[in-house]
């Protein structure tokens, strides 16, 4: 059986989750599956079978003892939704777990409200169980993501919401209030039941200016650099430290600074239960991406560790570890389209610090940090408004007005270090924009908002009219960047930050659904309201939709929140000049990316493909399955 899976667009390791249970002194024997729940959505559930003196029956808090101790090892996303207390797990005559044998997660049972709660908690309490499939009524102390929620029941229960209580509830709700007294409070606010300031707070939107000033009190932890500049690397004895090396961009990342540099060796900082299985995580992205090759055995190394905690997670001796190498590539992050500012904060921001601080550790001589930012730190009425965006802009122009804590957090963490380069901290800053796959093999990250569009489009066969410019280049570009920005800012002491944009004709919206329609998909053009009106419909029946985990932005009006400003890439063109680093024209790879998609099963063949104006090439490459987003 397969340990791998995915789940709404992320590779999940059952025998990691196994392995976390399987030390929790309250278990004696456990084993995670995937099940269907009503909605027929992928859902993971924990079998686990309590120590001797345990109460199978009432077993609450062990659940919450459990469910609190996985959240502090793994991704939210890998914390299992269900658990389900056993007194044995079925065995077949050969010893083994006899999974067909395991009970399925009970159905809920009708909903008894504790007493004492608001007739809107009592109300919302049964909309929880209803679309969680809970079996229990939540208190109004509980956490809709603690009780079995994700982002995909988030939005669905922000539809539920708004049919069952007619209200206009923000596609934020859940995320901003996730706690239920909080959200039911949030509710009575929008019915006008509560106006108090302190409500009304409970469901507004963060303060345009909240991550600002944010910043401002993290100013004073950016640590002095040492007395001592970083000097001239030695090819011979190179050593990076990278994150995020599990994720699709940082495969490649990984694949570029061993090869650009071929005596280097490279320190991954990945979370896992241990070094054996960090490793095996790193390996297994490279596989997934077709770039591993087996002479980088001695090469590579892994370490456990998890952004969101202080010193990166690192026990002392992988701390020591990694402070010993000569340049940090920080490309990890949490990306997610709708969580607040807060919920990204450790992740994305203080890991910025523990990066500045690490490299500070080892030695007299500062260690060279390359920040791997986003071109959501600019996605500012302003800077659309500017029309272009200079390298050495200060972002003020996104001080206010970045609507996503994603787009957020990477601006607080550009500008703690564009002040700690102030401070002669050795710093770079390379701000893609959306990365698409590999200009040779066509390996595609399948959970990227393009190709979710694409694939929506194409299931509805209708698209909508949109010309806006997106900022589109292939994976092995971007990566090449980053591994030139590790080596050579000495050259270059002036330069910071790093744009990297396609240099080609501009590549529009339309074009998506043009060259679809070439390679023979048929999709009608329409108006984007039109459009809109036909998918929610469509979407909400349908929660296999590609776009169903993105709904909240394709609610949104796309024609003007896409919307972005030109990018000047000076000093990126300076940075790669004299080497052999190019970017290609991202439309005449298009049929290589479907071509891709179509063979790893995310995207159906195209059904007019005898009649199309062109042909899908063959690939001649093994592919691994879907190549997903990681942290």
């Not at 509710?187 to 303060?207: Q, W």
């Not at 550790?361 to 996605?379: E, M, N, Q, Y």
């Not at 009649?611 to 190549?627: F, H, K, N, R, T």
Request: net charge negative; glycine share 6%.
């Amino acid at each position: 059986m397969d340990d791998q899976v995915k789940i709404r667009g992320f590779r999940i390791e059952l025998g990691e989750i196994n392995n976390m249970l399987s030390v929790h002194p309250r278990i004696r024997a456990n084993v995670t599956l995937v099940r269907r729940d009503k909605y027929e959505e992928q859902t993971l559930v924990a079998y686990i079978v309590p120590t001797e003196g345990e109460d199978v029956k009432n077993s609450s808090d062990l659940v919450d003892s459990v469910r609190d101790y996985l959240r502090l090892k793994l991704p939210a996303y890998a914390v299992p939704s269900v658990f389900v207390p056993l007194r044995r797990l079925p065995l077949t005559p050969n010893g083994k777990v006899d999974r067909a044998a395991l009970p399925f997660p009970d159905t809920p049972a009708p909903v008894v409200v504790a007493e004492g709660g608001s007739p809107t908690e009592r109300a919302l309490a049964a909309v929880w169980a209803d679309v969680l499939g809970l079996s229990f009524a939540p208190d109004a102390g509980a956490s809709f993501f603690d009780v079995g929620g994700h982002s995909v029941a988030a939005t669905r229960m922000v539809f539920r919401v708004r049919t069952d209580f007619a209200v206009d509830a923000p596609l934020g709700l859940v995320f901003r209030t996730p706690v239920l007294r909080d959200m039911a409070a949030a509710i009575d606010a929008l019915r006008g039941a509560d106006l108090s300031a302190e409500v009304a707070a409970a469901v507004a939107e963060e303060p345009a200016s909240a991550y600002a000033a944010d910043l401002d009190a993290l100013l004073g932890e950016i640590p002095e650099p040492p007395a001592t500049a970083a000097g001239a690397l030695s090819e011979e004895s190179l050593r990076f430290v990278l994150t995020g090396a599990t994720g699709f961009l940082g495969a490649f990342v990984l694949e570029s600074l061993l090869r650009q540099h071929p005596g280097s060796s490279v320190v991954c900082v990945v979370r896992a239960a241990d070094d054996a299985a960090a490793m095996a995580r790193v390996r297994r992205a490279a596989e997934a991406t077709l770039v591993w090759r087996d002479a980088w055995a001695d090469r590579v190394s892994a370490v456990c560790g998890d952004l969101a905690l202080p010193r990166l997670g690192l026990s002392d001796s992988a701390w020591a570890l990694c402070a010993s190498a000569d340049v940090i590539v920080h490309n990890g992050a949490l990306v997610h389209w709708v969580y607040p500012y807060a919920r990204l904060r450790a992740a994305n921001v203080l890991s910025t610090l523990e990066a500045l601080r690490l490299a500070a550790s080892g030695g007299a001589k500062a260690k060279r940090l390359v920040f791997v930012s986003s071109t959501s730190a600019l996605d500012t009425e302003h800077y659309v408004q500017l029309g272009r965006v200079d390298e050495a802009d200060a972002l003020d122009g996104a001080r206010t007005g970045l609507a996503s804590g994603y787009g957020q957090s990477k601006w607080v963490a550009e500008r703690l270090l564009m002040h700690a380069h102030k401070l002669g901290w050795p710093v770079a800053i390379v701000r893609p924009g959306y990365v698409l796959g590999h200009s040779r093999s066509g390996a595609t990250n399948a959970d990227d908002f393009l190709w979710r569009l694409a694939k929506g489009c194409a299931g509805l066969r209708l698209a909508p009219r949109m010309a806006n410019a997106v900022n589109v280049c292939p994976v092995d570009y971007v990566a090449d960047v980053i591994a030139q920005a590790a080596i050579t800012p000495q050259l270059l002491p002036t330069h910071l930050v790093y744009h990297v944009c396609n240099p080609h004709e501009a590549f529009r919206f339309h074009h998506i659904f043009d060259l679809m329609r070439a390679y023979g998909y048929p999709m009608a053009d329409a108006e984007y309201m039109q459009w809109r009106q036909v998918l929610m419909e469509s979407t909400l029946h349908d929660q296999d939709s590609a776009l169903y985990p993105l709904l909240h932005f394709v609610l949104d009006d796309l024609p003007t929140s896409t919307k972005s400003p030109e990018l000047d890439d000076a000093n990126t063109r300076d940075l790669i000049r004299g080497s052999d680093v190019q970017c290609p024209d991202v439309k005449s790879l298009f049929g290589l990316y479907l071509a891709y998609l179509v063979k790893v099963g995310f995207i159906d063949a195209p059904p007019n493909s005898s009649q199309a104006d062109l042909s899908l090439p063959e690939l001649e490459v093994e592919v691994q399955g879907l190549v997903t987003r990681n942290k």
